[in-house]
DNA sequence: TTAACTAATGAAAGTAGATTGCATTAGAGG
DNA sequence: CCTCTAATGCAATCTACTTTCATTAGTTAA
């Protein structure tokens, strides 16, 4: 059993060296870091929580973005044009209620995959893939203001 | 009856001009492009179809806020984190499916509203607001490549 | 009509997030 | 250990959007 790739470490950096990636210091600690994140987390968060005395910003983006092209990552665009990054398991993917005060964000358990694929397909579209997120003011902020 | 607010352009800067705005050439030309597009538009398009000899860009983004403002029109953030903007019936809101080739927008008669309000209420959230668009590759683009 | 008040506009500069070019560094295979 | 080249860091660039401020032009009242 457990024929499905799962998302430890190992699997990871497995995978991207199999597609001829090099494991270097700089990507196993970004993927440590999103492995230790409970939210999703912006680029610069997760430069900040590496702290391997200093990474670039690029890299950290160069590292997502590679992540992502191996299906571990997912990238989600916010309101204001900025995007998060969260681990997701293989095959998964995840929606999410974000404040938009204090920029939490929990994971949501609902999920429209299939009607939404349905209606792409009836549309001659190829290649789905879609974005929802909900955006709110968190108990926390509203009780701030 | 028609007791609801319509969406003509009379009404449109009625509404604008009871909450202090002023009724000028390029904002009435910017509502009458929005009245003329059937997709979702950049700010920048509608600079272009605007063609009022000239529009500057800053005066469109201001008209689209203060427009989003008095909820005729709404932004549609996309995968790339630029937006879009719509003419919306007054309470109505749209999701689309998106070309990620020649991004051209469809509305998807498709809403998940109602699930998601309840959720966002479970989890404590207040004044939410969700965003969903679905991408993919249209017929065109497809068989272009 | 005209005068006066102030919202709207445009030009230019600024900002934030993300990307690109290029020289340097450092994994990984031989 | 050597070589090859992917990964990195720095600086510059880009894009979408925002801010500042002087000027223009709706609007209201005289």
Redesign the interface.
């Given at each position: 059993m457990n024929s499905a790739p799962d998302s430890s470490i190992e699997t990871i950096l497995e995978r991207m060296r199999a597609g001829g990636g090099r494991i270097t210091k700089k990507r196993i600690r970004i993927v440590q870091v999103l492995m230790q994140f409970e939210h999703p987390a912006s680029a610069d968060e997760i430069r900040q929580k590496a702290e391997l005395p200093e990474t670039d910003l690029v890299t950290v983006y160069r590292n997502l973005e590679a992540l992502q092209g191996i299906g571990v990552i997912q990238?989600i665009?916010?309101?204001?044009?900025?995007?998060l990054f969260e681990l997701t398991a293989p095959g998964e993917h995840y929606h999410h209620?974000i404040?938009?005060e204090c920029h939490q964000a929990?994971r949501?358990?609902?999920c429209?995959g299939k009607?939404?694929l349905g209606?792409?397909k009836a549309?001659?579209?190829?290649?789905?893939?879609?974005?929802?997120?909900?955006?709110?003011?968190?108990?926390d902020c509203?009780s701030d203001s």
């Open positions: 990238r665009p916010l309101e204001n044009g900025t995007q209620l404040c938009r929990e949501l358990d609902l429209i009607e939404v209606r792409a549309h001659g579209y190829s290649q789905i893939t879609h974005v929802m997120e909900v955006y709110g003011v968190c108990k509203d």
